[in-house]
């Protein structure tokens, strides 16, 4: 069942990409993983997913510690607590939801202290949704310059999660403007930045997400089947 699945979405990806001009090499499936055993993800591992996208420091401990970083990429996707920080150097590759400078800084500090770097992209809340994570698309300039000087933290890119919608048209604007908002940014050229990534689309649009440009789509049910909370 999950390697049919992952055939079915990466035949959607490629179908996609080709369809509106883009290299479908551009689009990194990030299997969610969230809610899941090591069983599970080991099933998809061999179903070929690359990228592993996991939202809660605490369950992705003991899963990376079992399965390891061999051949793939562990990208943290949740709301990340300033005092969890510490733990994310070890286990993480990318860390797709930076939502403020604040927690930008933290991390800058903590990777300074162990001389490393944590690439990231920031988290913007597009829709303007009070009950979502991220920093208003305004700030954003502002934020990656103050950033672009921090030596403890890469910036990648941006990452967005629209309001929930069961029709995917619906989360078109957000992911142009999302893109736009990108487009603008990069042409600011701030030194030590990059913005190649754009992290959005999920199980229900993210076909959409791609043809807007995508480079990272987060994709759970999709792969997985309902996660167990929702069962
Ligand atoms: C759970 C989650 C996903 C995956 O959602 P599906 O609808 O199951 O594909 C994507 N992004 C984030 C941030 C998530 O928390």
């Given at each position: 069942m999950i390697a049919k699945n992952f055939e079915q979405v990466h035949r959607h990806i490629v179908g996609t990409a080709e369809r509106v001009g883009r290299n479908p090499g551009d689009v990194r499936l990030v299997?969610?993983?969230?809610?899941?055993?090591t069983d599970t993800i080991a099933e998809g591992l061999r179903a070929g997913a690359k990228v592993l996208g996991e939202n809660k420091i605490q369950d992705a401990q003991g899963k990376i510690e079992t399965l390891g970083h061999d051949g793939m990429e562990w990208h943290f996707i949740g709301h990340l607590q300033k005092n969890k920080v510490k733990f994310i150097f070890d286990l993480f590759d990318l860390i797709h939801s930076v939502d403020s400078a604040a927690l930008a800084e933290a991390i800058h500090e903590k990777a300074q202290a162990r001389g490393t770097c944590m690439p990231i992209l920031l988290q913007v809340n597009v829709s303007g949704e009070a009950s979502k994570f991220g920093m208003d698309p305004d700030d954003a300039p502002e934020v990656i310059h103050r950033l672009a000087s921090f030596g403890g933290v890469k910036i990648k890119g941006l990452m967005t999660i629209p309001p929930f919608d069961a029709d995917p048209e619906k989360s078109r604007p957000y992911y142009v403007r999302l893109r736009e908002l990108r487009d603008s940014c990069a042409k600011l050229?701030?030194?030590?930045?990059?913005?190649?990534?754009l992290s959005m689309g999920m199980s229900n649009d993210y076909e959409v997400a791609i043809e807007e440009g995508a480079t990272l789509v987060r994709v759970g049910t999709a792969l997985f089947g309902p996660r167990p909370s929702t069962k």
């Open positions: 299997a969610v993983t969230k809610e899941h055993d050229a701030f030194p030590n930045v990059s913005l190649d990534e």
